[in-house]
């Protein structure tokens, strides 16, 4: 059914069953609209709006003064939450590489030929439909003082055996690997989908051309999955900024201020220090940044993917 | 022959690096599980012994009965919440997905271009003004404040409409033509044949839900109110030295998801692997 026709019709008469169809139409859909507008569309309107104002404990709406940019000025002029920010960078530098290579590398090996091979899938898939807190319980006992991590660096005789999500330097970037091997199974089964669908006459092709595995992987492989690539990069980034959960449940910010991350800070300065205008004012930059680096992503894709 | 022993020695060895890494993906589980059924004073003992030595069910016992935390409060909480979110989404995400999918109205396709756009909004860009409606709405500290959102998901309006247009058009319109209805199509036809699709969408809102642990920690003041996901962290900080009861509570939080990634694995797989869930 084309657009067109569609586009056309307010103007003219409808007939009787025309407008009873329409009438069902919006039957079926109205009571999503509603809902849809109450949590989704007005939130995300008054997510600009209180960046622009001055509320504080969330909900006390007298006094509302609108402030101009006051909120953000703030923002890039406070050192902590500048560090959080850079914090974040730090994670995202981490986490994406990591992900992205990983993903990639387990798909590959896995779709050359294995046996179990289903087995194998559903190992690596399984963390990403667990529950992250449960799982940080465990993690906590596997690396503290008393658990195995520990025991193996005394084994091998390390003179400082680390504790990694209580040391001010390892903290963040365990955390970020406990997020890569949490999410890693979605990236992964992406890959492997993709993998599937590149023909193995190019493959072959290459291989009787004398390309070695590494230029196989580099020249034929890669640029057919690239459309992948493009869209696991964009989630990824996305995936990266939105890690409030991860962190809460690992290490709650700590120690000391090591951990605390842009989603970290902005529940905290809105629910701890009640200062809602100003958190909003930092969701706000947030997703200014996913945005610019997604539209970059998305002129950059010419250079490189192949559709 | 030579080359084909050789390909097949090759075959064996990655089997086992792959294996290996499996293993190490899935270790926190089975040590997770191992540990359930241990007195707690085995849980770190060296060597690691994955199966028990002194299976006991004690853990399971502290679990739900103690003075200090209601985790069976929590367990059954988090069951009606994700439960009535299955139930909810079941119903208006495919009438809805239907209605843009086989209904003809004005300003259908703009409509749809707008959902699609909330798409891209992050959700935590939200969390303050949703608190703000949940309030006014009264619903703050209730675990309608957890349902209604997740209900609205955009995404799987955009899936299963996805699925329903490729069901053929010729099939609804005959039964138009024969005088059904659109919620008698809907009903008796698309749904039955988009089950594959629906199925998906079902399980991964079970796990989201059941796993969500920003909407809790929020929007839910009341202990007696709370879910799994943020009792389980209490719970964890509380029994600090029971490492045995902290293993069960991970666990049983873990269980229902693990058990329904068994049995449907062919629906959590082949969902991502099509392409169809992504995020």
């Known amino acids: ?307 | 022959m030579n080359l084909r022993k050789r390909e097949r020695i090759g075959k064996w060895v990655l089997t086992i690096v792959m294996l290996v890494l499996g293993v190490l993906c899935i270790y926190p589980f089975l040590f997770m599980i191992a540990s359930t059924f241990k007195p707690s004073g085995d849980v770190l003992s060296t060597p690691l012994q994955l199966i028990p030595k002194n299976f006991t069910l004690m853990n399971i016992e502290t679990l739900f009965n103690n003075e200090y935390y209601n985790f069976g409060d929590w367990y059954w909480n988090t069951i009606v919440m994700t439960g009535i979110t299955l139930l909810l989404k079941l119903f208006i995400i495919t009438i809805t997905a239907y209605g843009f999918a086989k209904i003809r109205f004005p300003g259908r396709d703009a409509i749809f271009l707008v959902l699609l756009a909330g798409l891209m909004i992050p959700g935590d860009i939200m969390i303050m003004p949703r608190y703000i409606i949940f309030k006014n709405l009264g619903i703050l500290n209730t675990m309608w404040s957890l349902i209604l959102p997740a209900a609205v998901d955009v995404y799987f309006v955009f899936l299963l409409r996805q699925a329903f247009v490729a069901i053929p058009d010729s099939i609804s319109e005959a039964a138009r033509i024969d005088g059904c209805s659109h919620f008698t199509i809907y009903r008796r036809m698309i749904l039955p044949l988009a089950k594959p699709s629906i199925t998906t969408m079902l399980l991964f809102s079970f796990v989201w839900s059941w796993n969500d642990y920003m909407g809790p920690y929020l929007y839910i003041s009341d202990l007696n109110k709370q879910m799994l996901s943020v009792g389980i962290k209490l719970f964890a900080a509380g029994q600090a030295q029971d490492y045995g009861a902290q293993m069960a509570g991970a666990t049983i939080v873990l269980v229902p998801v693990i058990v329904a990634f068994f049995f449907c694995q062919r629906y959590f797989i082949e969902g991502v692997t099509s392409g169809a869930v992504k995020g």
């Open chain 1, 1 to 307: 059914m084309s657009t067109r026709i569609h586009a056309a019709l307010p103007h003219k008469k409808m007939s009787n069953l025309e407008k009873k169809e329409a009438l069902t139409g919006y039957l079926f859909v109205t009571p999503y609209l509603i809902a849809f507008v109450i949590f989704t569309g007005i939130p995300f309107v008054s997510a600009f709006l209180l960046s622009f104002l001055n509320v504080k404990y969330i909900t006390k709406l007298d006094g509302l003064k609108f402030v101009g940019l006051k909120n953000f000025v703030r923002m890039f002029a406070s050192e902590e939450t500048m560090a959080a920010l850079g914090r974040t960078a730090i994670y995202s530098l981490i986490y994406v590489p990591v992900i992205m290579v990983l993903s990639f590398g387990l798909a590959y090996l896995l779709n050359k030929g294995v046996f179990f091979k289903k087995t194998i899938r559903s190992m690596v898939f399984l963390p990403y439909i667990s529950n992250m807190v449960a799982v940080a319980v465990v993690f906590q006992l596997l690396l503290g003082p008393r658990g195995p991590f520990y025991l193996l660096q005394k084994f091998f005789g390390v003179e400082d055996p680390v504790l990694p999500l209580l040391s001010l330097k390892w903290a963040l970037p365990t955390v970020v690997l406990i997020s890569v091997w949490k999410s890693i199974g979605l990236n992964f089964l992406t890959y492997l989908g993709a993998l599937q669908g590149v023909p193995v006459e190019l493959v072959e092709a290459a291989q009787i051309d004398g390309a070695s595995k590494w230029q196989q992987i580099k020249n034929v492989v890669l640029p057919a999955v690239s459309p992948t690539t493009f869209f696991l990069l964009i989630s990824s980034i996305i995936t990266s900024m939105q890690n409030f959960t991860v962190i809460q449940a690992l290490t709650e910010g700590k120690p000391g201020q090591s951990t605390v991350v842009m989603s970290v800070n902005i529940v905290r300065t809105a629910f701890t220090k009640y200062e809602t205008s100003y958190a909003a004012a930092q969701a706000l930059v947030m997703f200014a940044i996913v945005m610019v680096i997604t539209i970059i992503q998305w002129y950059g894709q010419k250079k490189w993917v192949n559709y």
